[in-house]
């Protein structure tokens, strides 16, 4: 059985874009089992599958991120990776979607947990906010401050991989798309992606209508808002996106396309600086190319292509 990728909590597990790619477990928090239930369930993923790796988003409650590491230390195994990441709720969702897809390939458990970093520097994660008054997560101006009081206010926020914000110009009418101008759509991938989002209580069209042919997305997919997303985003009022690297033929070349080295304390195939099952860092110079320099096996996104050729 490949490796288990598992989430704590179901709203972070998308659809799987084939037949292929197997799901995810969910780890019940605290609230909903308790510490035998806990360590039974992952004992019970280890026997099935050998080797577990647990995606741990930044902004899980501290409690279901001491039950994780309590039951690793308690099982007194080293076939347990906790992953901590740094990205907004659906991103983090397409990234697990991403893991469940190499877990089919010809990765060793190492490979396929020290990837996540690798991965998510081609992640773009963003939201259409009604408000950023409280947003803490991207650097917000006294202006945009300001101009959040308007209740017909909407702001282009991206958060990884680098800040952005700017203000919409206002729409024609309720419910309708924005045109698009100057500064004011975030900077896309060079790369083919396709656009994942999920509505909050904002209406609007504006993510799938301009954001998308903008960033010259291969396809669009509408999912639940994941439940943690209002409060990342501090405030309910929003369209959550994600534009990622569909192919699983893609992601897998861009993986391989990294030298492998061996973790001098676990003995797990790593790629990148650090091990995923451990995190111990790796003593020789980094393995990881920059991100500049991994695009390199990425295919362009098709306008660029047919540039190419003209």
Known sequence: MPTAIAVTSADLVLPAPDRHTPGAAVLRPPGEADLEGALAETSALLERHGHLVVVVPSWLPPATTRRLHTVRAILETDRIALLDLDLPPLGTAVLVRQLRQLTVCDFSPGVIASAARLLSHYIYAGALLGTVAKLDRVPVGLKAHARSWSPSAQFAVLAHPAPHLAKL?????????????????????????????????????????????????QGVMENPLPAD??????????????????????????????????????????????????????????????????SAALPARSRTRSRSRS
């Open 169 to 217: 110009p206002p729409a024609s009418g309720a419910g309708a798309a924005t045109a698009p101008a100057a500064g004011v759509l975030p900077p896309g991938p060079a790369f083919a992606t396709h656009l994942t989002f999920a509505r909050g209580q904002l209406t609007s069209d504006w993510v799938a209508a301009e954001l998308a042919p903008a960033w010259q997305v």
């Open 229 to 294: 997303s209002a409060g990342w985003w501090a405030t309910p009022k929003l369209v959550e996106f994600a534009a990622a690297i569909p192919d699983v033929s893609v992601l897998y070349q861009l993986v391989a396309s990294v030298r492998r080295e061996e973790c001098r304390w676990c003995g797990f195939e790593l790629i990148g600086n650090r091990c995923g099952f451990c995190s111990a860092p790796l003593t020789a110079p980094p393995a990881t190319p920059p991100p500049q320099a991994a």
